[in-house]
């Protein structure tokens, strides 16, 4: 206990009869385990205080992310459906595809060139084969 060896809390004992006496050693008794269970139980306490605070603070910091994630997602949400920044990126896109420029018709084709075959007046004959 407290780290003390028995022969220290026997010391201990014997100094309080000397000087207490054996009136008033049963009386110092109780009121010293009473003290000890005050501060063992006002420890606990404590302890018990500073664990929920600390829980406390837990919760406070995750209301408080959560609280940034919802205002993200609400700037996010007012700036996606901003109608004038929509027309803006709107416009930026057709700039870049040429929209506003109308589409040049395309060309009508040449007209197709005629081809004609001739026949040959005369088939050549093929030479006699010699048999």
């Known amino acids: 206990m407290f780290g003390m060896g028995i022969g220290e809390i026997l010391l201990i004992a014997i100094v309080a009869i000397l000087f207490l006496g054996p009136d008033k050693l ?16 006002t420890v606990s306490s404590a302890r018990a205080t ?3 605070e600390m829980k406390f603070s837990e919760m406070k910091q995750e209301a408080l992310n959560y609280k940034n994630d919802l205002m993200n997602a609400s700037s996010e949400l007012e700036r996606i ?3 004038t920044e929509m027309g803006s990126e709107i416009a930026g896109v057709k700039k ?3 929209l506003e420029t109308p589409i040049a018709a395309p060309m009508a084709p040449k007209e197709p060139e005629v081809v004609t075959f ?10 006699e084969e010699n048999v």
């Open 26 to 41: 049963p009386e110092t008794m109780v009121n010293i385990a009473k003290f000890f269970r005050s501060v063992k139980g």
């Open 50 to 52: 500073i664990e929920e």
């Open 81 to 83: 459906t901003d109608l």
């Open 96 to 98: 870049d595809l040429n």
């Open 118 to 127: 001739i026949p040959k007046s005369k088939p050549i004959n093929p030479p």
